[in-house]
């Protein structure tokens, strides 16, 4: 595997982000499974299916267990979140934005599985190639379920929570352990500032009556719950000298402040050394998409005629291999004859 990580091959945008500045980090998991796609020796055309509609091929929300054989499938359609795409910002979440993301994943897919670039046809018919401005839009309507633009999830919330019970077991203890040691910090800290606040009110106790600081001291030592009303008085008269804040001790007390400093560094330490909450970023069908028309020039606020999903006519006989009533990547008796029909086809880069 080597010289194929080493080469300029990569082509669906294997990457740590969503190519803008200050996005959110993306899971290793994808480029995980093509390595051991290839380590494995998988059928290219299983390879394919699963990237394009793996969620479809198991019935994850209804499994009793996380397989890994369901992880492989669900962390497979990861590909087809593989697009630049910055509507996690508000004002970079309106519908051409995310027509723009659209547009891309099917620039990613065409060309990296047919060896095809639509990128033009979003707008208008091809010249000179085969491709009209409806082959755009079937394809488009292939994915609308996962992807569609009037029922958008920000890239933070594509997210399927399910993992492997190995790796369930294994967040939840590398998670126990850094939340032991943030505990322990903690409580290291609470004695200290005890200690601390001990020794200021000691400092003010002193301008007292011998007779009114045992008195005081008693209350100190008893929860508020326990206090008589004669305790509660004190308490109430007293509050000044007995009650000492944290900020009011950093202010007084400089070993207390510089304790405090060191505590908040290690437990960021800590804290952002914790696993993200397991997830899956992958591509789902949500529901019934919304309809498909075809844009003119492109325009969101140009609708034209309505298509239904189906692949590029050039790689087909002309006619659309789903049938009447067929939304989306949505299987039909354990196969989606589209996807069949476009994993087949000897257009297809292998």
């Known amino acids: 595997m080597g010289p194929f990580l080493a080469g300029p091959g990569w082509v669906c945008r294997f990457g740590g ?3 803008f500045r200050s996005d959110p980090s993306r899971s290793i998991s994808l480029p995980d499974y093509v390595i051991s ?3 494995s020796d998988k059928p290219y055309d299983t390879f394919l299916v699963e990237q394009l509609a793996g969620d479809e091929l198991v019935d994850y929300a209804n499994a009793d267990e996380i397989t890994q054989d369901v992880y492989e499938k669900l962390v497979a359609t990861g590909f087809l979140r593989m697009t630049p795409d910055g509507t996690y910002f508000d004002i970079t979440n309106f519908v051409p934005d995310r027509l723009k993301v659209i547009a891309d994943q099917i620039e ?3 060309s990296t599985t047919m060896g095809l670039t639509l990128g033009c ?7 000179y190639d085969p491709i009209p401005q409806r082959d755009f839009y079937r394809l ?4 609308k379920g996962a992807t569609d633009e009037h029922d958008w999830m ?3 919330s594509r997210y399927l929570r399910y993992v492997t019970p190995s790796e ?3 967040r939840e203890r590398a998670r126990y352990v850094i939340q032991h040691e943030i505990n322990t910090l903690n409580n290291r800290l609470a004695e200290v500032q005890a200690r601390s606040a001990r020794r200021l009110v000691e400092a003010r106790l002193a301008s007292l009556p011998a007779e009114l600081r045992d008195d005081l001291r008693t209350v100190l030592a008893t929860t508020e719950r326990q206090r008589s009303d004669t305790q509660m008085a004190l308490a109430a008269r007293y509050e000044k000298e007995l009650r000492i804040g944290r900020d009011e001790l950093i202010r007084l007390d400089a070993e207390f402040k510089e304790h405090v400093a060191v505590t908040k560094a290690r437990i960021k330490t800590l804290s952002e050394k914790k696993l993200p909450e ?3 970023r992958a591509a789902w069908d949500r529901g019934t998409p919304s309809p498909t028309y075809i844009l003119k020039r492109g325009d969101h606020r140009l609708p034209g005629r309505r298509v239904g999903p189906g692949v590029p006519s050039v790689l087909t006989d002309g006619r659309t291999p789903f049938p009447p009533g067929h939304a989306g990547r949505k299987w039909q008796d354990g196969a989606t004859p589209g996807l069949r029909t476009l994993a087949d086809q000897p257009r297809i880069i292998r």
């Open 17 to 19: 982000g969503a190519k």
């Open 37 to 39: 796609a290839f380590n």
């Open 121 to 127: 046809s979003r707008c208008h018919d091809h010249k």
């Open 168 to 170: 369930k077991e294994a």
């Open 108 to 110: 990613v897919l065409s």
């Open 140 to 143: 488009v309507a292939v994915f």
């Open 278 to 280: 397991a997830g899956i």
């Open 154 to 156: 920000k890239p933070v």
